[in-house]
């Protein structure tokens, strides 16, 4: 399927203390791996996967990042969405957004770099008939610790604060939605995206799918240093 109408929201607005002193003084989108500004390479890569749109979450210095890339990067149109004078968590930066995203839209943090087909979540979102869609991928608590009981192609728990011995899944990083989803949420309103997700998951609203290709991050020093050998030209 066409990915061209599903527009991708990229939650960029975190104060990314964990990369600081790097993060003191430009966001973490802007952090350079392997040459370029991670964003580059997440549009890049989004593009290549048939994404088209894409509306930034931003907060903190996000004004650096709409200089940068403009209204539109790697083939991909930009728009921008602020979190204003008051960090809304990443619940909270959706529902400010929604105005620019509309019936349906996925969700990708900004520090994510997930190399998978995005036409297959979508299709079997779509077959789902749920408000909401969660990639999981087979962790066994390896590259971060497990949150999500995955049974029988449905999400049984997502807690991340819970520690249950059957939790071999985790939340990969990609979700998809209904705007519908956040209808129950006040504009300004402070809240988490996980909070959204444990509530489909007890409404039985959250599809899942499982990936079999591992995820990567740049939010952590770790991970910066590897995705920068990962996307180093060859």
């Not at 349906?104 to 869609?133: C, M, N, Q, T």
């Amino acid at each position: 399927m066409s990915l061209a109408k599903i527009p991708v929201a990229i939650l960029a607005g975190g104060l990314a203390t964990r990369l600081r002193p790097i993060t003191e003084k430009i966001p973490k989108s802007l952090v350079p791996v392997a040459g370029r500004p991670f964003l580059a390479h997440q549009l890049e890569m989004l593009h290549a996967r048939g994404v088209r749109r894409a509306v930034l979450c931003i907060g903190f210095l996000g004004e650096m990042i709409q200089r940068e890339f403009g209204s539109e990067a790697y083939g991909i149109k930009l728009d921008y969405s602020f979190d204003g004078e008051k960090l809304l968590g990443t619940g909270g930066a959706i529902k400010r957004a929604l105005p620019k995203l509309g019936e349906e839209f996925f969700i990708l943090y900004g520090d994510s770099y997930l190399p998978i087909p995005y036409a297959p979540v979508a299709e079997a979102f779509h077959r789902s008939g749920k408000l909401g869609s969660m990639t999981v991928y087979r962790n066994e608590g390896k590259y971060d610790a497990s949150n999500v009981v995955f049974h029988g192609g449905e999400i049984v728990v997502y807690d991340k604060k819970a520690k249950l011995p059957e939790m071999r899944h985790i939340d990969y990083g990609l979700s998809l939605f209904k705007s519908s989803v956040f209808d129950a949420y006040a504009a300004d309103q402070v809240f988490d995206l996980a909070e959204v997700m444990g509530r489909l998951v007890r409404e039985k609203q959250l599809a899942g799918y499982e990936v079999l290709e591992r995820f990567y991050e740049m939010g952590s020093p770790a991970g910066l240093a590897e995705l920068e050998t990962i996307l180093k030209p060859k």
